[in-house]
């Protein structure tokens, strides 16, 4: 049962274009999302959080949007640059499942020059 | 701040062999968690620490798996006898509490079974 679900194993954007990125989920108790960044050979590293409360949390270029009547969300970069090149996981957690994380299984961002 | 540490990178094993992760976390976070990542997948918790307390294992295979974390620092994932399916990458995250969601990763070992 994938609760965290990303559909689109890769994207390929153009520098300096946006890269939109998408999520799904099914469990209405998630009560934060998150996006985490994976270069090869390293961990996830933490890039930005949304609260269930929010429909939009900015951080510079990056910026998350949920919709929950959908059980939606989307990661938003622009512009996108080559170091943006990475896999991206979404994320969302459930405070009544023991604080527990469950991630999607990433899209590959490819940034063209 | 020196990150969540990992060893080995990588580990070539037979079936039916054992072997043992281990993990250094970021100093002062008292929350470790062990992940488990197949090729092409997110990863997936197998054990939640709290300080030197498991407080989720749920998704630990225990017929094969254990893990401990001695003094609530530094933590060793074991797996014996591994088996060919066991081949997958070994995450270790630290975090400042069990509330947290911004979890610090380190790099992984690569375990490959044959």
């Known amino acids: 049962d994938q609760q965290v679900k990303q559909n689109s194993p890769s994207l390929s954007v153009q520098e300096g274009r946006i890269s939109i990125l998408n999520c799904d989920y099914t469990n209405s108790m998630f009560d934060y999302f998150l996006w985490y960044k994976k270069y090869p050979a390293e961990g996830p590293t933490f890039l930005i959080s949304i609260s269930s409360i929010k429909d939009k949390n900015e951080d510079g270029r990056f910026t998350v949007f949920l919709n929950k009547s959908a059980k939606h969300l989307s990661l938003h970069i622009v512009p996108s640059q080559p170091g943006d090149s990475a896999v991206y996981f979404c994320?969302?957690?459930?405070?009544?499942?023991?604080?527990?994380?469950?991630f999607g299984s990433g899209t590959r961002l490819s940034i063209r020059p | 701040e020196a990150g969540v540490v990992q060893s080995p990178r990588y580990k070539i094993i037979e079936k039916k062999q054992p072997v043992a992760f281990w993990c250094n976390p970021i100093?002062?976070?008292?929350?470790l968690y062990w992940y488990l990542q197949n090729l092409g997948q997110g990863p997936e918790l197998l054990i939640r620490y709290e300080n030197e307390e498991a407080v989720d294992d749920s998704q630990l295979p225990k017929d094969r798996f254990s893990a401990e974390r001695l003094k609530g620092v530094d933590s060793t994932l074991k797996i014996q006898p591994a088996e060919l399916g066991d081949s997958a990458v070994y995450l270790c995250a630290s975090s400042r509490g069990d509330s947290s969601y911004e979890q610090y990763f380190g790099p992984g070992t690569r375990l490959t079974v044959t």
């Open positions: 994320a969302a957690r459930s405070y009544s499942s023991a604080s527990k994380i469950i």
């Open positions: 100093s002062g976070h008292n929350t």
